[in-house]
Nanobody, 124 residues
Framework: QVQLVESGGGLVQPGGSLRLSCAASGFSSDYYAIGWFRQAPGGEREGVLCITQSNYQTVLADSAKGRFTISRDKGKNTVYLQMNSLKPEDTAIYYC?????????????????WGQGTQVTVAS
């Protein structure tokens, strides 16, 4: 079954860290760009970070600069989102998505496969 499954979300205090995982199955994620998006309550879905097929990190949200990084483990067919110095405004459901090709885009319509999402809550 072709799918993406996110995990690693939870409740964390401001200033804390989380690492989200996006496990791919039914296909090799190495052949695609994989993006992380998030949607806050009442907000629109926005891109956070993306990794191209050639493993180049693309920042999709200015708020992620210097705090979040994206990486992939080829052997585990998994893409990770490392989030540091978390802020309450980072609270959202985080989704990973497979792009239709090898390049990244902030346009969510260019991603054809989505995971179910994982909740991240930053609060004291």
């Amino acid at each position: 079954q072709v799918q993406l499954v996110e995990s690693g979300g939870g409740l964390v205090q401001p200033g804390g860290s989380l690492r989200l995982s996006c496990a791919a199955s039914g296909f090799s994620s190495d052949y695609y760009a994989i993006g992380w998006f998030r949607q806050a309550p009442g907000g629109e879905r926005e891109g956070v970070l993306c990794i191209t097929q050639s493993n180049y990190q693309t920042v999709l949200a200015d708020s992620a600069k210097g705090r979040f990084t994206i990486s992939r483990d080829k052997g585990k067919n998994t893409v990770y989102l490392q989030m540091n110095s978390l802020k309450p405004e980072d609270t959202a459901i985080y989704y990973c998505a497979r792009a239709v090709g090898i390049e990244c885009s902030s346009d969510s319509s260019t991603y054809s496969l989505w995971g179910q999402g994982t909740q991240v809550t930053v609060a004291s």
